[in-house]
């Protein structure tokens, strides 16, 4: 099976940069993808990475280290519109997306 | 919009009920994802469907049940239901049956009472 480990909660100030890291345990690893989820809203991609670095895109940026079983996701200049809860999820060959518990994000003034 | 199609958007029903929940995947995709999303958890996953078939099942329980019909469409079906199954569910939706992008609906929120 899979586990993922997140923060519960990060606090950041507008305009700041924040970093939400994600530990996982896989039998098979095929990638660690994130997640933005609003309040009430639904779950939308952010990024996936299957090698080991950094893939950017635009304010966010995701890195991964599978020797250490780690990523984390980065967002810079950060903005009100950015507090949601953040999710890592990973697969192995035979199962669909496992979901960390999420990392809930606070931008504050 | 992002073109996975969820209804209800909210249910509530009873103790000892049967509901079903219904989606719509986004134009193209073969592959269907049912999640579930509770207060203290993350989106656990519940089963997958592929062209119509079951590829993959998660941590769901034998009250719950699911199929894929031909026109792709989804149907959760949750039965005997218990306060512990109010829940937020999601359907989401890939062109692939290995991908890691999934495109989720806006969810079904099932309120047990």
């Known amino acids: 099976g899979q586990s993922l480990e997140q923060p519960s909660e990060v606090t950041a100030v507008e305009g700041a940069i924040v970093q939400i890291n994600c530990t996982y345990q896989?039998?098979?690893?095929?990638?660690l993808s994130w997640y933005q989820q609003h309040d009430g809203g639904a779950p939308t991609f952010l990024s996936y990475n299957a090698l080991d670095g950094l893939e950017e895109t635009g304010r966010f940026s995701s890195f991964l280290s599978r020797s250490d079983s780690y990523g984390y996701l980065l967002l810079q200049e950060l903005q009100m519109k950015d507090s949601a809860s953040y999710f890592c999820a990973v697969r192995d060959e035979d199962t669909p997306l496992v979901f960390g518990k999420g990392t809930r994000l606070s931008v504050i003034a | 919009d992002s073109g996975v199609t969820q209804t209800p958007k909210h249910l509530i029903t009873a103790t000892g009920q049967r509901v079903t929940l219904r989606c719509s995947p986004r134009?193209?995709?073969?592959?269907v994802y049912w999640y579930q999303q509770s207060l203290d958890q993350g989106l656990q996953f519940l089963i997958q469907y592929y062209n119509g078939e079951e590829r993959a099942k998660g941590n769901i329980l034998e009250r719950f049940s699911a199929q894929q019909f031909p026109d792709l469409h989804s149907e959760l079906n949750l039965s005997s239901l218990e306060l512990g199954d109010s829940a937020l569910y999601f359907c989401?939706?890939?062109?692939?049956?290995?991908?890691?992008?999934?495109?989720f609906g806006s969810g079904t929120r099932l309120t047990v009472v």
């Open positions: 989401a939706s890939s062109s692939a049956p290995d991908s890691y992008g999934y495109t």
């Open positions: 896989t039998s098979g690893f095929y990638g």
């Open positions: 134009s193209g995709d073969l592959s």
